[in-house]
C-alpha cells in the first residue's frame, strides 16, 4: 500500500503505522542513552582514580568517599546535561526509562564486576551503601536515577 493511500486510510491502520514509528524512535533513543552509560562509567573510574591518587592519603577513606561522590554527581551533572542537548529526551517515561536503566546497570555492574572481577566480597560491596556510617554512594544512584527527568524538565522551559 502506498503512503499516500495510507495515509486516507480511517481504520486505525494508519495509527498503528504512526505508533511503531515512534515506538522505534524511542528505542533508538533508549540505546543511545544506554550508551552514555559507558561514558558515565569511565568518568566514575577517572572519579575514583583522582580520589585513589590525589587526595585520599590526606583526607582520610571516608571523607575522600564523600568528596568523590560529590564530585561524580557534578561530573555526571555535566556529562548528562550535554547528552540531553544533544539528543532531546521527548517524554517524562522516556527520561524515567532511562533514568531506571541506567540505575540497574550501574547496581549490576558495581556487584558483578566489584565481585566477580575484582575479587572483592559482598559485604565490602555493600559497605558503600551505610548512610549511617557516612557513606553516601547511595547519592549518586539516586541522582543517575533521576538526572534524565531533571534535564528533560529543565529542557522543557
Not at 502506498?2 to 515512534?22: F, M, P, V, W, Y
Not at 577513606?61 to 548528562?80: E, R, Y
Not at 541522582?143 to 531533571?150: D, E, L, M, Q
Request: charged fraction near 15%; aromatic fraction near 14%.
Amino acid at each position: 500500500m502506498t503512503k499516500s493511500r495510507l495515509a486516507g486510510r480511517n481504520d486505525g491502520q494508519n495509527g498503528l503505522c504512526i505508533l511503531l514509528k515512534e515506538s522505534h524512535k524511542e528505542k533508538k533513543m533508549i540505546a543511545k542513552y544506554i550508551l552514555v552509560w559507558f561514558v558515565l562509567v569511565i568518568v566514575a573510574i577517572i572519579n575514583g582514580i583522582i580520589r585513589n591518587e590525589v587526595y585520599k592519603d590526606s583526607l582520610g577513606d571516608l571523607h575522600a568517599h564523600q568528596l568523590s561522590t560529590l564530585t561524580a554527581i557534578a561530573l555526571f551533572g555535566l556529562v548528562i546535561w550535554g547528552f540531553t542537548h544533544l539528543w532531546k529526551i521527548t517524554s517524562a517515561q522516556q527520561a524515567w526509562a532511562i533514568g531506571f536503566i541506567w540505575l540497574g546497570m550501574t547496581i549490576l555492574f558495581e556487584f558483578i564486576f566489584g565481585h566477580f572481577v575484582m575479587g572483592h566480597p559482598w559485604s565490602r560491596l555493600l559497605h558503600d551503601y551505610n548512610i549511617f556510617q557516612g557513606r553516601v554512594w547511595i547519592l549518586v544512584l539516586i541522582w543517575t536515577t533521576i538526572a534524565p527527568y531533571v534535564f528533560y524538565k529543565l529542557s522543557a522551559k
